[in-house]
């Protein structure tokens, strides 16, 4: 794309001689230098319908670059002797930050560039913004009303397009040169600085709107719902030539908000209106809002103290920032194809503390699952479950495996041996093979039966031993591999860490649990549905460097 931008230059007339330049200068004259606004197939139809009128010599085309007398070569030796409509399809594959100075080469560039197609594709491509903003006022239901209803059900429509902007008269470039391309800094993942409790932050493209979403886990204990999203901010042109930023926290809809980029990978959001936060019947009111909301039930129905402390404890914790927050950026992890399973988020269950969120990712023979959300024990961003792959462990039969006693010594036996330094296999690869070594023996399959897939499993019975605590009591009845692993508890405030001993079950692709043999208790993890974007992580070193940031957010 340089090097078309180089030849664009090197053709139009940079670097020609003045004599050269002025014969283009006075081929340009000729054509109408009036402002096209109208919709992208007017505006292709004009620029074509201009480059016809010019005369078959003219020294604008054929004669700029090639010899005097020519009358006209068999191939095109300029840009400008491509048709328009080519040019604009050259011209929508360069990335939109070059298109300024490209039109800065010649009038007829900065004409073509005014067609609406080429920045439409530019904001489709590097932003994956959808709607058609010719289209806005004609369809009868925009995504603009969508999101407006979907925020505040309770006002009517009519009243909120009397507050949003008149897309008429906007066009893509202004879109894209005035809120996308201005904010692309702040578009991905995000944690919360909210203490312990840390959060999942979100930050799209929304139709014409870039929208931060905060991520919430299903309601405890259904671990296996699709998250809970809500809307911290939001940014969309409300003029012209100027992007407005509004705050989304509370109930009585959008008010004047800010965005500051701290630093690179960190930002933060300040309510300018906070009084749209307060509730009419003051903080009792906010509180059983916000109780329904994040735990769908009333105190009433919670009938644990110490569960209701800890509620009480982040309602009054987490209010008290009114979305004034600052965010650090996070990725998702790598994937290699030696991946036990597709790393990525999960929710799981995490006792009297609710559902929480949590990163797994594989590290050689570790996987470890990092905190994304947090409690007053064990904070955001600390490794929560770390498990050795190359300790895989055979479960016995299932009235065996009801007896905690004999998971236990099953379990605490392996882990005695991690502590000593016995080393285990050399690869994950070996320990999945050690997994389906009680499938039969070494010798081939009879003929005409049916081939087990290399590296598949056959699964096996499951059973939690009695005694154990399951938040949920929906589990999977069978599953595919366990290894050993340690879990990280601490007292409140986190204190007095340390890692404990536990069994790692995998069910399928998207679930798997973990017994805490020091408390007794099961977890259950179900994988995020949810489709993320500019959250890749650029290399595995960039990856770990973020893990050892987190932790130190809130060792």
Same mark, same amino acid.
Request: charged share 25%.
């Given at each position: ?5 180089a030849?664009?230059a090197?053709l139009c ?19 109408s230098?009036?402002?096209v ?33 020519? @009358?006209g070569?068999p191939h ?7 048709p328009?409509e080519l040019?604009v399809?050259?011209?929508s ?7 300024p100075?490209?039109?800065?080469v010649?009038?007829?560039f900065?004409?073509i ?8 594709r530019r904001?489709?491509e590097?932003?994956g ?6 289209k806005m ?7 603009r009303?969508l ?7 309770q006002v009517k ?7 949003l ?13 005035? !809120?996308?391309?201005p ?19 979100n ?8 929208i931060g979403?905060m991520?919430?886990?299903?309601h ?18 409300w003029?012209k030539?100027? #992007? ?6 509370g109930?009585?809809g ?7 980029t ?9 309510c300018?209106?906070t009084?749209h936060?307060?509730m ?6 906010e ?19 110490h ?5 009480l404890m ?8 009114d979305?004034?927050l600052?965010?650090?950026r996070i990725y998702?992890?790598p994937?290699?194809?030696?991946? !036990?399973l597709?790393?990525?988020?999960f929710?799981g269950?995490?006792g009297s ?5 949590i990163?797994l990712?594989?590290h050689?023979?570790k996987?470890k ?6 409690d007053?024990?064990?904070? +955001?961003g600390?490794?929560?479950?770390e498990?050795? !792959?190359?300790?895989?462990v055979r479960l ?9 006693e004999? !998971?236990?010594r099953?379990?605490?036996?392996v882990h005695e ?13 070996? +320990? ?15 003929a ?7 590296g ?6 499951f ?10 009591e ?9 290894f ?5 508890i601490?007292?409140?405030? %986190? ?5 404990t ?5 995998? %069910?399928? #692709?998207?679930r ?14 179900s994988?995020?549905s ?6 890749q992580?650029?290399?595995?070193q960039r %990856?770990? @460097?973020?893990l050892?940031n987190?932790?130190?957010w809130?060792?």
């Amino acid at each position: 794309m340089l090097l078309q931008m180089a030849v664009c230059a090197r053709l139009c007339g940079v670097g020609q001689s003045r004599r050269c330049r002025r014969r283009q200068r006075h081929s340009q004259d000729q054509n109408s230098d009036s402002e096209v606004d109208m919709d992208e197939e007017e505006e292709e139809e004009r620029v074509v319908g201009k480059m016809k009128d010019e005369p078959n010599g003219s020294s604008s085309s054929w004669g700029l670059c090639g010899s005097a007398g020519s @009358a006209g070569p068999p191939h095109p030796q300029s840009l400008l002797d491509l048709p328009p409509e080519l040019l604009v399809q050259i011209f929508s594959s360069l990335p939109g930050t070059a298109l300024p100075n490209l039109a800065l080469v010649c009038k007829k560039f900065r004409q073509i560039l005014n067609t609406e197609t080429i920045w439409r594709r530019r904001c489709t491509e590097e932003f994956g913004m959808r709607d058609d903003l010719r289209k806005m006022e004609t369809v009868g239901m925009s995504s603009r009303d969508l999101y407006v209803k979907r925020v505040n059900p309770q006002v009517k429509s009519g009243r909120f397009m009397k507050l949003l902007p008149d897309y008429e008269h906007m066009d893509y470039r202004d879109v894209y040169t005035h !809120l996308l391309h201005p904010y692309r800094h702040i578009l991905g993942l995000w944690q919360p600085d909210i203490g312990p409790y840390g959060g999942l932050l979100n930050v799209v493209v929304d139709g014409l709107f870039i929208i931060g979403w905060m991520y919430l886990p299903p309601h405890d204990p259904r671990v296996e719902d699709p998250m809970r999203r809500r809307p911290l901010f939001r940014i969309h042109m409300w003029e012209k030539n100027k #992007a407005t930023v509004e705050c989304m926290y509370g109930h009585k809809g959008p008010h004047k908000g800010d965005i500051q980029t701290v630093k690179k990978d960190e930002f933060s959001t300040k309510c300018n209106q906070t009084d749209h936060h307060r509730m009419p019947g003051g903080r009792q009111e906010e509180f059983r809002t916000w109780l329904e909301e994040e735990w769908g039930r009333t105190l009433e129905d919670i009938f644990h103290e110490h569960m209701q402390e800890l509620i009480l404890m982040k309602f009054i914790y987490t209010s008290q920032y009114d979305n004034c927050l600052t965010y650090r950026r996070i990725y998702l992890p790598p994937c290699l194809p030696s991946d !036990l399973l597709q790393p990525g988020l999960f929710k799981g269950t995490y006792g009297s503390h609710g559902l929480e969120i949590i990163m797994l990712s594989f590290h050689g023979s570790k996987a470890k699952a990092t905190k994304l959300t947090g409690d007053p024990n064990v904070p +955001a961003g600390q490794l929560t479950l770390e498990i050795d !792959l190359n300790r895989p462990v055979r479960l016995p039969d299932l009235e065996t495996q009801r007896n905690m006693e004999e !998971l236990s010594r099953l379990v605490r036996g392996v882990h005695e041996e991690a502590q000593g330094g016995s080393q285990g296999r050399d690869a994950p690869a070996e +320990a999945a093979e050690a997994a389906e070594g009680a499938e039969g023996s070494d010798s081939a399959p009879p003929a005409g039966a049916e081939e087990v897939e290399p590296g598949e499993p056959e699964p096996q019975p499951f059973v939690l031993p009695l005694g154990v605590m399951a938040r949920n009591e929906v589990y999977p009845r069978t599953c595919k591999m366990c290894f050993y692993g340690t879990g990280l508890i601490a007292g409140h405030g %986190f204190t007095s860490p340390e890692r404990t001993p536990g069994l790692f079950v995998l %069910f399928d #692709a998207d679930r798997f649990g973990f017994i805490w043999l020091e408390l007794k208790s099961f977890s259950l993890y179900s994988r995020l549905s949810d489709q993320l974007t500019h959250a890749q992580a650029p290399s595995m070193q960039r %990856f770990e @460097a973020m893990l050892r940031n987190m932790q130190s957010w809130t060792s």
